[in-house]
């Protein structure tokens, strides 16, 4: 048995395969099979996948029906017989030591359930600004604390970083179809399932950035899908027992997740701004408030919570402050969900 299983889905990925697989070729740790999935793919995918194998007996290749995503993953991970599960895209680049690392951690940390890694995107010249500012902010959270905390902003741990335990990846059920991105469901279903996290500090994976990413081309990526998954997972997790659930925020992000929460039941009670044009006004026939109103609407609670929902750059910041200073506290009190 390796110690180690690298699953792999492929999809028309001919021009980026070799140099994935070539990654792996050079990992240091050498105990390891890739479960290479290919998923109908209607280029060269399934012939390089063949030539590799033929030379590297750790390469099992696994040909299927043109399904998607979720089910080419289910289909690799009944096949991976590590304990240990590595996840990969056939189109981004592991560092060499990136599986020694990931291992050694594990090993040593029995009581981290996923560990990620530090990322690079590249092609240096086709990473776009927003895909650099999502990678520094998911690059500046290292310990479980950091990422528990901000897990409803946004996915804190890049799927193509991960090693999980098989044992608890198979737990909350592998990965599921919820007509939502896959990966932040699987990260939301750890977390509700109280699995911890951990981030090491090396840049051990570079993400190819190019324009028919799955988050670019597929609707379970959209901004409305991530609200709506963030608003199942929100009312399962930190809004359970809640008697108040009050959103900073009656913009554009604001909205469209009370919109969600009160389709999940969620005793949604007003919305803060600081625009005064809102201030005094009603969504979905709920308040809009002022922040200067907050502390005693939160006493009329005998559970309440915020959630930061104000998607503009630097906005967290300045919500983190204001709330700080009326002693609430970040993952008990309020929760950043933009």
Known sequence: MPVVSVLMPCYNAAATLPDALRSLKQQTLTDFEIIAVDDGSSDDTLEILGSWAAADSRLRVLACRHGGIIAALNEGLAACSAPYIARMDADDCSHAQRLEYQVAFLNDHPE???VSCRVTGFPAGQVRQGF?????????????EDIRREIFVESPLPHPSLTFRRESLLRVGGYQDRGWAEDYDLLLRLYLAGARFAKLEGYLLEWREHPQRLTRVDSRYSLENF?????????????????????????????????????????????????????GRTRRGLPILSPEALPELWRRSSSPVVLAAVGARGARQLIRQRLTVIGLREGQDWWGVA
């Open 227 to 279: 609200l709506r998954a963030k608003a199942y997972y929100l009312t399962r997790g930190p809004l359970a027992g809640r008697d108040s659930v009050i959103v900073w925020g009656a913009g554009m992000v604001g909205r469209r997740l009370g919109k969600h929460l009160l389709r999940q039941g969620a005793p949604l009670t007003a919305y803060i701004d600081i625009d005064p044009r809102k201030i």
């Open 112 to 114: 981290i359930d996923v």
């Open 132 to 144: 650099a500012i999502y990678l520094d902010w998911l690059n500046a959270l290292l310990t479980d």
